[in-house]
């Protein structure tokens, strides 16, 4: 009996439940869901039309009626019908402020109970903070920095811009400091590296462009001049100065500013760099700034590691050659500078001219000790440079024979060789400054 029962009172519940469940079936639109029916309809049917002006009471009222968690729709057209209220209201400010309020409002809802649409919803949420809070910076700053914290690379990438400019704003107001300002470039640089394109080209060039754009801004600013990021990254860099992605972060930073590349700082993180990921542009320019700096034994060896690079090429090399014999003979090193010209001439012809007509100007500039015959015997090796130099490169002839009318004027006279037992046309070895090359004698006839 006791089973029968209980097999009854069982069978009354479900009965009882599915009753209940089928007399509440829009229990998700609270006490007055049928109220919050009616109101979404009118309102939804005004709005397909675009007749907002008839939808918005109607919304209102829905929106007041119905729970948030009823129907998301109801907030997202909500905050298409707020703005279309503050764009008819931009002539009564206290009114537009009061709507931009609940706009906000309205935004806030949406993120808090609706987390599917999380992503879309603080993207707009951010863009409309900046478009309508422009007469409050500092809590659109905020606002947006939040958003990007929050999504990340999935910010939508006409945020970046408006959250750099927006702190360059508050920094020259004195709002905020430059280390703020570094923050916000530095991460909406890092997202956007991080945006996943998916091989699509178009998003791809968007998001370069989103980065060029955030670049124009931030360097336009003055927030990143060479004083500024001395200052702050100079002392991160001596706590950690083997970081590799922090010496490029603070090169890239001061290659964009006035007089960055002048900076200790500058070659120091360049050369972290170069050394972790060397290439021959980066040994280039390695050589480049250890030169300009006087620095002539790291400028040697920079410029023969762009030589040595295996992504240069034998015409490149030929231009890094000459440009090494120029600097060596620019710093008294003539040895040097004839090897290095002779390299050049060596494994390719683009320079050619140019080199001969260096290696004439060595020769012809040295001092040599010696006999009358030993001490101007150089003269003919810088004639036979000279007339190699014209040969290979015509545009070089004019210059050329100026230096070898130059240089005639001191080969010994022919009676001065021949008390020497030299005649001319002969051939003669000349050892000088630690050179050493074979001519041919020529005297004044």
């Not at 609940?102 to 809802?109: A, G, H, P, R």
């Amino acid at each position: 009996m006791k089973k029968v029962l209980l097999l009854i009172s069982f069978a009354a519940m479900i009965i009882c439940s599915a009753t209940v469940s089928a007399q509440n079936p829009n229990d998700k639109y609270g006490p007055n869901s049928a109220e919050c029916l009616k109101y979404i309809s009118y309102y939804e049917e005004y709005y397909k039309q675009k007749n907002y002006d008839s939808a918005i009471p109607n919304w209102r009222k829905a929106y007041e009626l119905c729970p948030v968690t009823s129907r998301y729709k109801i907030l997202q057209d909500g905050t298409t019908l707020i703005k279309y209220l503050i764009k008819k209201n931009e002539l009564n400010p206290a009114y537009k402020e009061k709507l931009v309020d609940s706009l906000m409002v309205i935004y806030n809802k949406r993120i808090e109970h609706w987390p599917k649409y999380k992503t879309n919803t603080l993207n707009y949420y951010a863009t409309d903070m900046y478009n309508y809070l422009q007469d409050k910076p500092a809590e659109v700053y905020k606002g947006l920095k939040d958003v990007v914290t929050q999504l990340g690379a999935k910010t939508d990438l006409k945020i970046f811009p408006l959250y750099i400019k927006i702190a360059c704003d508050l920094y020259k107001e004195g709002n905020i400091e430059v280390e703020d300002v570094l923050e916000v470039y530095e991460s909406s640089m890092k997202y956007l590296s991080e945006v996943n394109t998916d091989g699509n080209e178009i998003k791809e060039r968007l998001v370069e462009k989103t980065a060029s754009d955030v670049d124009a801004v931030f360097g336009a600013s003055g927030v990143a001049d060479t004083d500024n990021l001395v200052a702050i990254y100079g002392p991160k860099f001596e706590a950690d100065p083997t970081n590799v992605e922090l010496a490029k972060s603070i090169a890239s930073k001061l290659a964009k500013t006035e007089g960055g590349a002048d900076t200790d700082l500058f070659v120091q993180t360049m050369t972290v760099w170069h050394n972790n990921e060397p290439t021959a542009s980066s040994a280039y320019m390695l050589y480049k700034l250890n030169s300009s700096r006087g620095d002539i034994e790291n400028a040697y060896k920079f410029m023969e590691e762009a030589i040595n690079s295996e992504d240069s090429d034998p015409d490149t090399d030929a231009e890094y050659y000459f440009e090494l014999a120029a600097f060596a003979y620019k710093n008294s090193n003539n040895a040097k500078a004839i090897s290095a010209a002779e390299k050049a001439i060596e494994i390719s012809d683009v320079v050619d001219g140019k080199a001969y007509m260096l290696m004439g100007t060595i020769w012809g500039s040295v001092v040599c000790n010696g006999n009358e015959i030993e001490q101007r015997a150089k003269y003919w090796v810088a004639t036979d440079y000279m007339n190699k130099a014209k040969n290979s490169d015509a545009s070089l002839t004019e210059d050329c024979n100026n230096y070898i009318n130059q240089f005639r004027v001191y080969y010994p006279q022919t009676a001065e060789a021949f008390m020497y037992d030299i005649t001319d046309g002969q051939s003669y070895t000349v050892s000088c400054a630690g050179m050493r090359a074979t001519t041919t004698v020529r005297t004044q006839k």
